[in-house]
């Protein structure tokens, strides 16, 4: 890498980097010592069916499963058989890494038994509905289903009809609801609220399923949201909730506590960009001329896949600034605290589930 300003520098790697807390959280045994009151302390029964969308969820809500999201993220290396037993089943129609592979090994530690459902090889190839196809891992046995679909607003179509538990993985440009928990759950860790926070999402607003439960989200948490972005990539006027507002990539960058960087994502564009990848990061990105715009404390997040060069200039990813890669190891925490708060029986099931963790 050339030589940097003692300015620049700021935004180089951490050395204690993400590689020894993501050995720690990941690590698979029961931790020496933990006692079954110290996983069921805290836990707080829900009445929740399904996990849909932000949008149904109210602000207690959100703050329950964060709650208990945040229990997981201070236990690595617990494993709990709440869902011991229990049969769950991941359907992505669209690709994936962090949100699947993060959704099986939050299933794996709950003690769970896994079907990761491969739609190429599936009977939907043959013209087989997605409603038929739960319909048939419901009748099989399987108690909840994390889907991953292109289209928009499929969860309010299957939630009636369905007697087995619904997690939203991403529903075309609609919502991305665990992803949203997850970035809460970061910015919670790391300022110590969400409420009074100044959150600037930046890039291609109208394609994004991670602001369109953001939308909801920050406001109900009472956050100050800001958006900024090409022109032609900002969403429909009439998805702005009151109170949201719209500046320039400047403006948001100087005065947010979190900047969120969102990449382009072409594949839900129906024509190609008119601008090059250079001219989109220069007018649009997170360059490094802007980022030591960024305000004392601020921090840079990405909900991933990165485009580095595009959005965000490759140096900033792994900069002392950026919580990308906590984001990724929260995953595993927000998503435990999903299957839990959904799957969990009566407290006789749960004690009688919890027996053989000591």
């Known amino acids: 890498m050339p030589c940097l300003s003692n300015e620049a520098k700021s935004f180089l790697p951490m050395p204690a980097s993400r590689g020894s807390l993501a050995r720690s959280f ?3 045994h029961l ?9 069921t302390e805290g836990f707080e029964m829900s009445n929740m069916r399904h996990l849909t969308g932000i949008k149904n969820l109210s602000r207690e809500e ?20 709440v869902l011991r037993g229990r049969f769950v089943a991941n359907l ?31 009977s939907t190839v043959k013209g087989e509905t997605i409603l038929d196809t739960v319909r048939t891992l419901e009748a099989m046995g399987v108690e909840a289903a994390v889907i991953r679909t292109r289209k928009d607003g499929l969860f309010e179509e299957l939630a009636d009809q369905v007697e087995l538990q619904l997690i939203n993985a991403g529903d075309g440009t609609n919502e991305h609801p665990t992803q949203c928990l997850l970035d809460l759950l970061t910015m919670q860790q790391q300022f110590g609220k969400i409420e009074g926070l100044s959150v600037a999402i930046i890039g291609d607003l109208r394609h994004s399923r991670v602001l369109g439960s953001h939308l909801h989200a920050l406001p109900k948490m009472g956050a100050q949201l800001l958006l900024a972005g090409p022109a032609s990539m ?14 320039e990539i400047d403006e948001a960058v ?67 600034r950026s919580l990308i890669h906590k984001q990724v190891t929260n995953g595993v925490a927000a998503r435990m605290a999903v299957m839990e708060t959904l799957l969990r029986g009566s ?9 053989t963790a000591n």
Not at 64 to 79: H, N, T
Request: one cysteine or more; glycine letters at 6%.
């Open 26 to 28: 990941f690590c698979t």
């Open 31 to 39: 931790q020496d010592g933990l006692e079954k009151s110290e996983i």
């Open 62 to 81: 959100i703050g329950s499963l964060l709650k208990r999201a945040d229990f997981w993220a201070k236990s690595p290396g617990v494993q709990s058989e």
């Open 92 to 122: 992505f129609f669209e690709a994936s890494t962090r949100t699947r592979f993060s959704f099986e090994v939050a299933q794996k530690r709950l003690g769970a038994h896994v079907l990761n459902f491969i739609p190429e090889t599936s």
């Open 234 to 247: 900002m969403p429909q006027p009439q998805l702005v909730p009151h109170g949201v507002q719209i500046v």
């Open 254 to 320: 100087r005065t947010a506590d979190v900047v969120m960087m969102l990449r382009v994502q072409l594949e839900r564009h129906t024509s190609s960009l008119f601008i090059s990848k250079e001219e989109y990061h220069l007018a649009h990105g997170l360059t490094l001329e802007r980022a030591r715009m960024m305000k004392p404390g601020a921090v840079i997040m990405h909900p991933a896949p990165v485009n580095r060069g595009v959005e965000i200039h490759t140096d900033l990813v792994d900069c002392e």
């Open 347 to 355: 407290d006789v099931k749960w004690e009688s589930s919890l027996a």
